[in-house]
């Protein structure tokens, strides 16, 4: 709950630090023997297709970035061979992002 309170705050804060246009995030709970992060903060999006999307460990960029404990970047988050491809509809299709940060 603590996290939740100050998050909106933060991702303001983030936003106007580095000009990014897009912004989402969430906390992380266990799930199994993996992590998930459910999104449910969001800044700059086109619509609400990523609230609430589970990111599991693992999958996708953030899930890259959750496994290996760093920031991780693509440029083309389509096309990029590094990561799965569990959330290209909401990420590609709906919310037409290339470039993520996690």
């Known amino acids: ?4 309170t100050v998050l909106p705050r933060r991702l303001h804060e983030l936003q106007a ?5 897009v ?3 969430g906390t992380t709970s266990p799930a199994g023997h993996a992590q998930q992060l459910t999104i449910d903060h969001l800044i700059g999006t086109l619509g609400d297709s990523l609230r609430q999307v589970s990111v599991l460990s693992g999958r996708g960029l953030g899930g890259a970035a959750m496994v290996r404990r760093t920031v991780c970047r693509v440029n083309d988050y389509a096309t990029t061979t590094s990561i799965t491809h569990h959330y290209d509809q909401v990420v590609v299709e709906h919310e037409r992002l290339t470039s993520l940060l996690a």
Do not use: E, H, S, Y
């Open 23 to 25: 912004l989402f995030a």
């Open 1 to 4: 709950r603590a996290v939740d």
């Open 17 to 21: 630090a580095t000009g990014l246009p």
